[in-house]
């Protein structure tokens, strides 16, 4: 054991003696265009491409039907999306099975004139309430086939958020699966405008007579598929325009009824000229597909995907079989949210927890000295190799051992976990910035970038102006410029669905006004580093804008989640705060306490060293006194989306945390009285 040590030793300071240098930091990412307006930066684009894209001049693909067709005809013997299907026995397979570009397209055809057989018309909505599954992608394309607009729902969203998109959208047929059935008939009967369901899975004949009884047309998808067969062709296709719309998606807000956000196909088609721009995709990349279908960032990477010629692979819809449906796929492209990650990390490091003193000793010092490189921006090739060899490597496999890159995106990823996932998988780590207005794509970090926390330029399909809000002292005239990020072009969205006062207030003279601030970077990269909208005044008239003070206290290491809570007519703040758990036992351990995770975020001095940690955190970050929480209530139950704390997208839901915990914060702010 002492050899091994001392030859890893001796490698370590070899490597450090013949190659320490710097990695490669792009600078000039952006480009300034136009005159700036008053109380407003220039506007940005992209240096490397500063003409905007909305389409491809060369392939004739303006829509996402000449997608279809274009990327059909010419990878039509490749394999396109798989999944893993049930067996005879009754179980999930254990490989995935794909079908070629040419039976996806003849899916679609045959789906496309079941529709038109059943009355279905050009540019009617088509609402679907599933899960990720090939049934779903099929819908979507024969709905192009004839215009008609795509509108998807969470599966989390609550019966009264359903009713409301579906009567708000005037969906006219539904499609669902076998779990999602009895709240779509529950829709259908309270909205009135849905007269069809139809479910992608069988179901037994008292189902059918049931739903018959109430009113509704009801087929499964086989009998569409034979409805589809028998129309032999007759029904031809309606193309979309450039500018129609290809769905419109609800998005889940934190407060008041969801917001429905009108996407053309100019919108995407642009997203997906613009990734090619920036990154290739090959046709022998395989991605693997969990986030929801209702999530803009999810439906964006499967229309690139599908574009140029690679393998999707669909999730089967159970959360604990993410990673053993990972190694089976073993994709090149991981896209995920941080939430995800986060989950990654935490898993792997209460593995490490598990092992022997010494298999822990060996990863922790080959940990420490990876992050420390890429913390500090230092290149080690051999030590690197080596520490991937014998470390990290598997890890890596847990991924299945062939990711490339891995994207995040839907809200901020730390620097800790950025660094993890830098260490742990080595590949390129991209950060994404993007909203559901912007199509998914607004910026994302270079390739070649290997920083911390930049968000990158802007995607060649639209630029980027800041604005100043002088009543939080961010201002385009600063150094760094600072403000409210605003946006346009032709990946932005046209507005919000029967909603003219909310187009106006948010989209003006072509720009629309996302309520982030951002900052760009002396390297022309964007960061995000405040929301406008979550803000409020203290008791003595100092602003609290909590995302930014969120931001800065997740750097701590005990932290998973915190949602930081103020009142106007109150002098501090205060916050709660869900550390991650292999943090929270290796303390109990350390201290011989032998609780459970409940009880020790329930221990007192528990709660103390996280509230020492997160005040120093802000100091050194140079917070003011009345933007550290001054008291925090520690819990061991995450927010989610399932207990209504979190979106779908994993935005906290403030009114709801506030309302849940009001009886704790209450105790909180008596406690400082």
Not at 428 to 435: K, S, T
Not at 575 to 595: M, T, V, Y
């Amino acid at each position: 054991m002492l050899d091994t040590w001392l030859a890893v030793g001796l490698v370590v300071v070899s490597g450090l003696l013949a190659y320490r240098w710097k990695r490669p930091h792009p600078f000039g990412q952006t480009i300034e265009i136009g005159e700036a307006a008053p109380g407003e930066g220039r506007a940005r684009r992209n240096a490397s491409h500063p003409e905007l894209v909305s389409h491809m001049e060369d392939q004739q693909v303006y829509t996402l039907y000449d997608s279809l067709l274009t990327a059909c005809k010419k990878y039509s013997h490749k394999e396109c999306f798989g999944q893993r299907n049930i067996g005879k026995n009754g179980e999930l397979q254990e490989h995935f099975e794909f079908i070629t570009y040419a039976v996806f397209l003849n899916k679609c055809e045959t789906i496309f004139q079941a529709l038109c057989e059943i009355g279905i018309k050009p540019k009617m909505k088509v609402g679907i309430f599933s899960r990720n599954r090939l049934e779903w992608l099929v819908v979507q394309g024969a709905s192009f086939m004839q215009s008609n607009i795509i509108v998807s729902f969470y599966e989390t969203l609550g019966a009264e958020s359903l009713t409301f998109v579906s009567k708000h959208a005037e969906i006219e047929i539904a499609f669902c699966s076998k779990e999602t059935l009895d709240k779509t008939r529950e829709i259908a009967l309270s909205v009135k405008g849905i007269k069809c369901i139809v479910c992608f899975d069988n179901v037994p004949d008292e189902t059918r007579k049931d739903l018959e009884s109430q009113g509704l047309t009801f087929y499964t998808f086989d009998e569409l598929m034979e409805k589809g067969k028998a129309a032999n062709g007759t029904h031809n296709h309606v193309p979309p325009k450039p500018d129609d719309l290809s769905t419109i998606m609800y998005t889940s807000g934190t407060t008041g009824d969801p917001k429905g956000v009108m996407i053309t196909h100019r919108n995407v088609i642009s997203v997906v000229c613009a990734v090619k721009t920036l990154a290739d995709v090959y046709d022998n990349d395989t991605h693997y597909s969990y986030l929801p279908y209702a999530h803009i960032l999810e439906r964006v990477v499967v229309a690139l995907s599908f574009h140029y010629g690679a393998r999707v692979g669909i999730f089967c819809g159970d959360t604990t079989k993410i990673l053993t449906e990972v190694k089976s796929l073993r994709p090149t492209l991981f896209i995920g949210v941080p939430r995800v990650f986060e989950r990654i990390k935490a898993g792997v490091f209460k593995e490490v927890a598990k092992q022997s003193s010494t298999k822990q000793a060996l990863f922790n010092l080959a940990y420490k000295l990876k992050h420390s490189c890429i913390v500090n921006g230092i290149q080690l090739p051999l030590i690197e190799s080596l520490l991937n060899m014998v470390v990290f490597n598997k890890l890596k496999q847990q991924l299945g051992g062939q990711v490339r890159v891995i994207l995040s995106g839907g809200a901020p990823l730390s620097h800790d976990t950025e660094a993890f996932l830098k260490v742990a998988f080595s590949c390129a780590i991209v950060q994404g910035y993007g909203l559901t207005e912007s199509c998914g794509g607004t910026a994302v970090k270079l390739l070649q970038d290997e920083s911390l926390g930049s968000l990158g330029p802007p995607f060649v399909s639209c630029e980027i102006k800041l604005v100043d809000v002088p009543e939080l002292n961010y201002l385009t005239s600063s150094n760094p410029p600072c403000g409210e990020v605003c946006l346009r072009g032709p990946s932005i969205s046209i507005g919000y669905y029967k909603d003219e006062a909310k187009t106006k207030q948010d989209f003006k003279d072509g720009w629309f006004s996302t309520g982030d601030i951002g900052r760009w970077n002396p390297d022309g990269s964007l960061s995000i580093i405040d929301r406008k909208k979550n803000i409020f005044k203290l008791s003595q008239g100092e602003y609290i804008a909590v995302e930014k003070i969120e931001n800065i206290l997740n750097k701590s290491l005990w932290i998973a989640q915190i949602c930081v809570y103020g009142d106007s007519e109150k002098a501090s703040i205060i916050a709660l705060i869900h550390p991650h758990q292999d943090k929270a036992e290796e303390w109990a351990r350390s201290k011989g306490l032998n609780i459970s995770f409940k009880e020790i975020c329930e221990n007192k001095e528990f709660n103390q060293v996280i509230l020492k940690d997160i005040t120093d955190v802000g100091k050194k970050s140079k917070l003011f006194g009345f933007e550290i929480p001054r008291k925090i209530h520690v819990f061991h139950d995450a927010f989610s989306d399932t207990n209504d704390m979190m979106t779908p997208s994993f935005k906290l839901k403030r009114p709801q945390i506030k309302e849940h915990y009001k009886a704790i914060i209450d105790e909180l702010y008596r406690d400082l009285e």
